[in-house]
Each structure stands twice: as structure tokens, then as C-alpha cells.
């Protein structure tokens, strides 16, 4: 298995543009999160899916922050309009039921300048 | 309220030499624990688990941890650490019910090795 693949790696961009995060979870698993991580702030989990529905979205910072899933190969992350303090590593784990643990992509680098 | 504490921010470690990562949590049942560890410019890696039954665990490239309920730790070992091995590692526990399970993560502690 190619692992949870996320794109683009490395993301540049202009305050007030929008941003549009990818990830592709394992197959088979189904549970999908959306982590981001700053030295000030750690991991942060930002919202999780179970079978591409939203579970829970209470970190999610603020309505900028958007995120879906199409269906069970296929997740995005949305920040519009972007703001300089949005700039962190974001990454998406995927899961399997009744394993719990966590298998995570290597993330995106945001740069909002 | 469930946090889990890693009370190191950084380890320093003479190559060869053994290790331990403390981790400490606070959690209303028995819970399920984790140890990632996070190489520069990588996600998160499972080093391993703990779910029930025997206390020590052991998980990938030498590492193993051991479940304490009394003390309410879930510390990470390596007898003999090798240069490889300097990385953020992370404790983690769960899960969270909330119509699903979530997993909160320590703060991380940061091991170089010398050589």
C-alpha cells in the first residue's frame, strides 16, 4: 500500500487566496482526520470522518476552514479566504474501525504570506 | 478532563545508551495508548499500542512501553539508542467517544543523540 498520500506538499500563497488541501486515505480504512501542527500549538485535530461523514468539527478554528469527503479515497481540506496565522504543517491520518491506531500522510507545509 | 502530559521537551542521549520517554495521562477509563514518532519533515509513525492484556508492549525498531495504571504511564524504552533514533516522539491516548473516537496527543519530547 502507497500510505495516506497527501498534495501538494509544499504550498505557498498570497493572504486572502484560497487553499485547497488533498488527501487519499488508505484503502479499506474509515475512519479520515484532518490534523494541523504549529510549535506553538502541537497537533491540533481540526475535524474526523467515519465513512466519509463528519463526526466531529468542533476544532475546526473558524467558518474560513471547510472540509469534505467526496467519498472513501478522497478528502479535502479548505481555507478561504487564507490568513497568515493559517501557515502550519496540515496532515490527514486515516484509520481503520477497532484498531485505533493512526496512519498518517506527510503532510502539507502552508505558507501564507 | 483526559490530557495526556509529556513532562521532557527534549532528551539528549549518548548514542548506545538506553532510553526512556515519559508520558504521563489522565483518562476516565482504561484507555487505549499510543507512541508515534515524527522524523523531520515526516508525519507520524505508530511506534506501537496498548489496548489490554500484558502491561509491556512491545512495538517497531526496538522500542517497547510499559502500562502502569497506578501511576498512570505509559513510559517508552529502547535499551540502546542509535543515531537513527533522534526524532519527536509523541504520546497519545484515546479514544474519545463522540459517535466515533478521537485521539488527543501529548506535546512531544524531542531526543537527540550524540555520538
Known amino acids: 500500500d502507497a500510505g495516506v498520500i497527501q498534495s501538494p506538499r509544499h504550498e505557498v500563497t498570497e493572504m486572502g487566496q484560497e487553499v485547497t488541501l488533498r488527501c487519499k486515505p488508505i484503502?479499506?480504512?474509515?475512519?479520515l482526520f484532518w490534523y494541523r501542527q504549529t510549535m506553538m500549538r502541537g497537533l491540533e485535530l481540526l475535524i474526523y470522518f467515519n465513512n466519509n461523514v463528519p463526526i466531529d468539527d468542533s476544532g475546526m478554528p473558524e467558518d474560513r476552514f471547510s472540509a469534505k469527503m467526496p467519498n472513501a479515497s478522497f478528502s479535502t481540506l479548505k481555507i478561504q479566504p487564507s490568513e497568515p496565522r493559517d501557515s502550519a504543517v496540515y496532515f490527514c491520518?486515516?484509520?481503520?474501525?477497532?484498531?485505533?491506531?493512526?496512519?498518517f500522510g506527510s503532510g502539507t507545509r502552508l505558507t501564507v504570506v | 478532563a483526559q490530557s495526556v502530559t509529556q513532562p521532557d521537551i527534549h532528551i539528549t542521549v549518548s548514542e548506545g545508551a538506553s532510553l526512556e520517554l515519559r508520558c504521563n495521562y489522565s483518562?476516565?477509563?482504561?484507555?487505549?495508548l499510543f507512541w508515534y514518532v515524527q522524523s523531520p519533515g515526516q508525519g507520524l509513525q505508530l511506534l506501537l499500542k496498548?489496548?489490554?492484556?500484558?502491561?509491556l508492549v512491545q512495538g517497531i525498531k526496538g522500542f517497547e512501553a510499559e502500562f502502569k495504571r497506578s501511576q498512570s504511564s505509559f513510559n517508552l524504552r529502547k535499551p540502546s539508542v542509535h543515531w537513527s533514533d533522534a526524532a519527536e516522539y509523541f504520546c497519545?491516548?484515546?479514544?474519545?467517544?463522540?459517535?466515533?473516537?478521537?485521539?488527543?496527543f501529548g506535546a512531544g519530547t524531542r531526543l537527540f543523540v550524540k555520538a
Open positions: 491520518a486515516s484509520s481503520l474501525t477497532g484498531d485505533y491506531g493512526y496512519t
Open positions: 497519545a491516548v484515546g479514544p474519545f467517544n463522540t459517535g466515533g473516537f478521537k485521539t488527543i
Open positions: 484503502s479499506g480504512h474509515d475512519y
Open positions: 496498548y489496548f489490554s492484556g500484558d502491561t
Open positions: 483518562y476516565g477509563a482504561t484507555p487505549y
